[in-house]
């Protein structure tokens, strides 16, 4: 919950691509317990344009720039919830008009 409470806070996106069936993903998905959704690519389409591998995880920003990119490997691992917790910080800490340094540095 606390994941999926800090993409919606911070406005970022976070999927996971897999080479599996909708069905098949579906059920995996529930199995995992991600809160993140899961775009399944049987085709290879998605991950061919952005030149990753199946099955990848990505966090992009608001404005749909990707940040980060795990691809999963043979092993499916992917980052852990503080792995992508830290990112989010990163990725909201670039907004010039979210940080207090800007505000700190205008001030004097």
């Known amino acids: 919950m606390a994941l999926r409470d800090a993409c919606r806070q911070e406005e970022t996106a976070i999927i996971a691509i897999g080479s599996d069936e909708p069905a098949t ?9 991600h809160p993140f959704p899961f775009l399944s690519d049987p085709a290879g389409q998605v991950i061919a344009h952005q030149g990753l591998t ?3 995880l990505i966090i992009a920003d608001r404005w749909g720039e990707i940040w980060a990119v795990w691809p999963g490997g043979a ?7 503080q792995d992508i917790m830290q990112w989010l910080s990163f990725i909201e800490a670039q907004c010039p008009e979210c940080t207090m340094i800007e ?3 205008q001030e004097e």
Do not use: C, I, M, N
């Not at 993903?25 to 317990?33: D, H, K």
């Not at 092993?75 to 919830?81: A, I, K, V």
């Open 25 to 33: 993903s579906a059920q995996q998905v529930t199995r995992s317990g």
């Open 54 to 56: 199946l099955p990848s």
């Open 75 to 81: 092993d499916h691992l992917f980052p852990s919830e």
């Open 103 to 105: 505000w700190a540095e």
